[in-house]
């Protein structure tokens, strides 16, 4: 990982107790992609591993949470998975009761509004989506709305939290195609996705997975069904096609520089100031062109 | 005088020893509890000294008899002495013994003139500083012993004993005495190089695994006396502790057995790691838990250190944690990393401390609390626990490389004779070759025989040795419940690390099966004239032992009968046998990859070219890949399958067919 000290020192932050960092991280039951066995899901690990580096190097509160299916828990591939979590050094974990087939959204905008009591620093982190379900990463968007924060999708790294005028900002690396990185500034409290570019997640260990706690929770927000979910078929995912690079080299040099070269993207154009139906309108004709919308 | 100060200064000494000796072992004591059965402890210890250590001693032949007359000397005369002074005895009686304290105080002079000689230029093995005092405390007390009985029996010049020139010999004497006693009694006890006498003593009686000692009955029946599986932590029992963090985590015989070392180094002259400059050194490693118990620094440490590692910038706390991240602490945490658990060390030790047991206990905290397995390990485990393989390969594809062989399975079959465990180098493409060539050979001995096929798990030996035995305890039971869904009278694999594990670790959890490692199964079909075999034609060959089939499991003869059954004559490396170097890919070395100066296969390549082999023979996956692994190298790596493949006579027993008419196998060209 390449954070430089320097940014890490430059935090005016959470040092002072009462205005600790808190973290939530919003953390799902994975599938190994070989084996489907349940495990952490990659990116709400590395969504964790950030919060917990927050943790060991400014004293940031991490708390995770998970929604799901209640009922039998001991044993369970749930359970399995979010003792993962626990394996890396959280003491417990939360775990909200959502019947079958309900739509977490309105559950965990009650819990994080419920956690909402000091006036310190809030972050909210949570892998980009999700490994299995809809899987569509649309939730934090969605809780965004919801809750009226920012969200930055496909971070790597948080920087710096640090107030001004009375307010908390964090300044955080966003991943870009090819390995480039964007520095942005977004205003607390505000909802990070975790790109698979961040830092790995630490090992899980045995010892504290067995002995963390698993907090069992109900909420009172009436729950709502997941209509899509009920309406959509599921399948398991298989890998997109990828297009294939057509090239037409004489000698092994140029072949070799072709499969190594990175894709240019060409053609396309990219819109400024335009309004949302201008925009929408050169999505679809796009779509239209690549033959995905007919 | 003499005879008014002696007993006194003997009473005072033993007094002090006794002190001395309730204080360490109240020490020992502080570490966790190990049931041993005390009498019959004591009651082996002579013949476990006797018969088992002094077996590791005679090694070294001239040392051997260096320590037995030293040891031996010192033994005897010091009882004599104390009897001699503190008993009251009729003149008689009192005069035999002192013919025989004469005796045995010359002996012992002998010896410590032996241990000043070997100490003149000390190989690097031996550890200087209290050591090279040793022998001047030994020649003192055996001296000034000697001479005591001489006066005593009236046999100095009588010039020497009266006036002056006896109150000068009496003080000359008695202080040698009180020094010689202060080193080789009090020392004992209170610690010096003498400790090693009074805890190695305890130690044998006391080891915690006394099924490695022989006994009467053992002998009788000829059984081996081995005892080499990790043992298994409890799981089940969420408060039982996960592998050791602190010095007081070991079991009380434990510390006891480090206690017991005697610096010699041996261990240090075989350990593959030290030689490759990695940052391990078996004998500090010893040392440094010693120091654990009390809390000192290692700056008095006078030994060869950890390569790479200064001396004096650790520092130990008896009931801290001996491996901090940030250092300083007793250990690093690269030098528990740096062991391929090729048991050399264990193999040498004249004073049966088990070093493995050591390094995989605290391996098994770094792994199971802390989640700190280095490189590649937390990978491997995760693999395990994802896939039950360590590439993280999909299991249903553990079959692919003999799509076309038609394997029987056991999952159609039910009943065989023989289980073929492929291990995981299944997946491996080299691995494959033996795998076919074994495949082969068991069908043209016509081989009733089936695989569990994708049925099988990795045998869990990586993650144990990774310290996580949580993912080996799965795994192990795993196995065991399909191995128990079927019939079968043997196991056979080509995999010595899980013909260890099968044959040595599932035991705790309820497997107990009949293995065979594929040389000695190979052997046995030899001897029952169950292959025919064309004679070896090519170049010299020599035999590299892996560490898990040789030194784990005491098998030694059968690879090379089979080798010499093919006509080849063996070209026998110098460390070879139960001295056999490691090839560097146990223990998970190669997963947490600590660097080092040289790498251990290199140096192995170098121990085979120095035979001036053309080709080297090898019975395990892991040295094959290592081995093969070492560019430039002199020699070809053949796994001994592979070389009896090529051999069989009739080149078409690959089809089904074969196997159905064994008895063409029989006719001879
Ligand atoms: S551990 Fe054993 S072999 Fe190594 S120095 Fe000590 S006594 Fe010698
Ligand atoms: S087991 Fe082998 S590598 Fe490990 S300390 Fe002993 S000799 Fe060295």
């Known amino acids: 990982m390449s954070l430089e000290p320097s940014s890490v020192n ?20 994975g599938r190994h992609s070989l084996t489907e066995r349940p495990r952490r899901a990659d990116l709400d690990a590395r969504a964790l591993e950030l919060a917990l580096r927050l943790r060991d190097q400014r004293g940031a509160q991490v708390n995770a949470c998970h929604v799901g299916e209640g009922g039998q828990r001991a044993g369970s591939d749930t359970e399995a998975a979010l003792r993962d979590y626990l394996g890396m050094g959280l003491e417990h974990l939360t775990w909200i009761d959502a019947p079958q087939g309900s739509d977490a959204l309105g559950l965990l905008d009650e819990h994080l509004r419920a956690g909402q009591v000091s006036a310190g620093p809030r972050l909210v982190l949570c892998g980009m989506r999700a490994e299995q379900g809809e899987g569509s990463g649309l939730l934090p968007f969605l809780l965004s709305e919801s809750l009226g924060w920012a969200y930055v999708p496909a971070v790597v790294e948080v920087e710096d939290v640090a107030s001004e005028d009375g307010h908390w900002y964090t300044t955080v690396l966003q991943a870009l195609p090819r390995g480039q990185r964007r520095r942005l500034r977004v205003r607390l409290p505000a909802l990070l996705g975790i790109d698979a570019a961040a830092a790995q997640p630490r090992q899980s260990a045995f010892g504290p997975a ?25 399948q398991p995912a298989k890998p997109r096609p990828k297009r294939l690079k057509i090239v037409t080299a004489t000698n092994a040099r140029d072949r070799f520089k072709a499969a190594a070269a990175k894709a240019e993207s060409t053609g396309g154009k990219v819109l400024q100031d335009v309004s949302p139906e201008q925009g929408a309108e050169a999505v679809l004709t796009l779509l239209k062109e690549e033959g995905v919308l007919r | 005088m003499l005879n008014t100060l002696l007993p006194m200064l003997l009473l005072a000494v033993l007094a002090l020893a006794v002190v001395g000796a309730a204080r360490r072992i109240a020490l020992w004591r502080r570490g966790r509890p190990s049931p041993v059965p005390v009498l019959a402890g004591l009651m082996a210890m002579p013949r476990r000294y006797l018969v088992d250590l002094h077996h590791v001693v005679a090694r070294d032949k001239v040392f051997a008899n260096t320590h037995v007359a030293t040891a031996g000397g010192f033994v005897a005369a010091a009882a004599l002495l104390l009897v001699v002074y503190l008993v009251p005895l009729p003149g008689s009686v009192e005069t035999v013994l002192e013919v025989l304290l004469l ?58 004993i009266s006036g002056v ?58 059984k081996v006396h081995r005892s080499t599986g990790l043992k298994a932590l409890n799981l089940e029992d969420e408060t039982a502790p996960l592998g050791v963090a602190t010095p007081e985590d070991f079991t009380w015989n434990q510390r006891l057995g480090f206690d017991a070392c005697v610096q010699c180094g041996r261990c240090e002259a075989v350990c593959p ?30 030994g060869s250190p950890y390569p790479g590692k200064a001396v004096g910038e650790h520092q130990g706390n008896p009931s801290g944690p001996i491996v901090v991240e940030a250092g300083g602490a007793l250990l690093d945490a690269d030098t528990l990393w740096s062991c391929t658990t090729c048991r050399a060390c264990v193999e040498e030790c004249p004073m049966m401390i088990e070093h493995v047991d050591a390094i995989v206990d605290m391996r098994r905290f770094m792994t199971l609390e802390q989640g700190q397995t280095p490189g590649k390990g937390s990978e491997v485990i995760d693999n395990l626990i994802a896939t039950d393989n360590p590439n993280g390969y999909a299991p249903a594809a553990r079959m692919h490389w003999a799509a076309d062989l038609s394997l029987p399975l056991m999952r159609d079959l039910g009943q065989v004779d023989v289980l073929l465990w492929l291990g995981d180098g299944a997946f491996d493409m080299r691995n494959q070759r033996t795998l076919r060539a074994l495949v082969k ?15 099988e798990r990795d045998s869990g030996d990586v993650a144990r040795r990774l310290g996580d035995e949580a993912t080996f305890q799965r795994l192990a039971k795993a196995n065991i419940a399909t191995l128990e869904k079927y019939r079968f009278q043997t196991i056979v694999t080509c995999d010595p690390h899980s013909f260890h594990v099968l044959s040595n670790e599932y035991g705790a959890f309820g497997g107990h099966y009949r293995v065979r490692h594929h ?50 004559e063996l070209n026998e490396m110098q460390r070879s046998g139960f001295r056999s170097r490691c090839c560097g890919g146990g223990g998970g070395a190669p997963i947490t990859d600590i660097p080092g100066e040289r790498r251990i296969p290199d140096m192995r390549m170098q121990d ?20 093969e692994g070492v560019v430039d190298a002199t020699a070809q790596v053949r796994d001994i399958a592979e070389l009896v493949a090529d051999a069989l006579v009739s080149e078409d027993a690959s089809g089904k067919e074969r196997a159905a008419r064994p008895q063409v196998v029989e006719v001879s060209p």
Not at chain 2, 441 to 455: C, I, N, S, T
Not at chain 2, 541 to 564: I, K, M, Q, S
């Open chain 2, 519 to 568: 040389s000695t199964y190979i052997d046995e079909l030899m001897a029952a004239d169950r292959l025919s075999l064309r004679s070896w034609k090519g170049g010299s060959v020599t035999y590299h032992d892996p560490c898990y089939l040789g030194r784990y499991n005491g098998e030694y003869e059968a690879p090379r009968r089979v080798l010499t059954a093919l006509g080849i």
């Open chain 2, 441 to 455: 050979v068991l069908r043209a001995a016509g081989v009733d025989f089936a695989v569990l096929g994708d049925e």
């Open chain 2, 608 to 627: 085979v070219a120095e035979t001036g082999a053309e080709l080297v023979a090898v019975g395990c996956p892991q040295c094959t890949a290592m081995l």
């Open chain 2, 273 to 302: 790691a030290f030689a490759a400059g990695q940052p391990l050194n078996p004998k500090k490693l010893i040392q440094d838990m010693v120091l654990g118990m009390t809390g000192r620094s290692d700056a008095a440490y006078a």
């Open chain 1, 10 to 29: 430059s935090s005016s932050v959470a040092s002072a107790s009462t205005q600790a960092l808190n973290i939530d991280v919003l953390v799902s039951v």
């Open chain 2, 103 to 160: 005796l045995f105080s010359a002996t012992m002079f002998v010896g410590a003139r032996l241990v000043a000689k070997r100490r003149r230029h000390p190989p690097a093995r031996l550890s200087k500083g209290p050591w090279m005092r040793l022998p001047k405390s030994l020649q003192a007390f055996s001296a000034s012993v000697f001479l005591i009985a001489l006066a005593n029996l009236g046999l100095l010049p009588e010039g020497l």
């Open chain 1, 210 to 234: 067995r002995r963390g706690r698993i907090e069992q929770r109900q909420l009172e927000t009436s729950v709502i069904a997941d209509e899509s979910l009920a309406n959509w078929p599921l």
């Open chain 2, 165 to 222: 020139m006896g109150w000068a010999l009496a003080a000359v004497l008695l202080v040698a005495l009180g020094l010689g006693l202060a080193e080789l009694l009090l020392g004992m006890t209170w610690g010096g190089p003498m400790k090693h006498a009074f805890a190695g003593a305890l130690h044998l009686a006391f080891h915690r695994r006394a099924e490695r000692f022989s006994t009467r009955k053992s002998d009788r029946e000829g």
